[in-house]
């Protein structure tokens, strides 16, 4: 009987701390009624991720970061900056618009991504150079195996991914925001 109680109370503080945690609990496995892959989206390996052309322009003025983003997520574009996974969604469309970047080498430019909190702003610009407005809706920590943080939600989005924690590559901190200013079509 004894057992059975410390077991429950063991149950209870994992959920809690599960719960409470500063990374949220939306990290442990992804909402897969909800997600698919984008059918356009690229396997690492494909020529296509090693492109390394000016796709677009990221802001987020919470942690300081201005930055160009570039196509593919091949090492050699990732090294230059942020990487936009190729053949998913582009900023202000419909589907997730995913990024990658490092955060302790090169150029560094997720080196804060843990600093972003729910509600922060991030600006994408779009093939024409109008900015996309995003916000912050989470954060969470996933291995590097969890393809599923690039599959497409509900709603336009954004994912940006990093290696973690700072210095190592054993995860991969997540932010994810969704849009909330697009282009106004008249």
Known sequence: MGLIRILRRFIV????????????????APPSEL????????NTFHRSQSA?????KLRIPAIGLNETVRSGIA???IDQG???WAGTSLAGEQGNVV???HRTTHSRPFYNLD??????????TDGDGF?????????????PTDMWITYDFDGPMLTMFACHPKGSSNQRIVVTANMVAGRLIA
């Open 13 to 28: 503080v994992v959920a809690a701390v599960a719960v409470f945690s500063p990374l949220g609990a939306s990290g442990a």
């Open 82 to 84: 942020v990487a936009h």
């Open 75 to 77: 090492m050699s574009v």
């Open 131 to 143: 900015e996309v407005m995003y916000r912050v809706t989470d954060r969470f920590v996933v291995s």
């Open 35 to 42: 997600a698919a892959p984008n059918p356009a989206r690229q």
């Open 99 to 101: 990024l990658a970047g």
């Open 115 to 124: 600093r972003l909190r729910k509600g922060d702003l991030v600006y994408l």
């Open 52 to 56: 390394g052309y000016e796709l677009a």
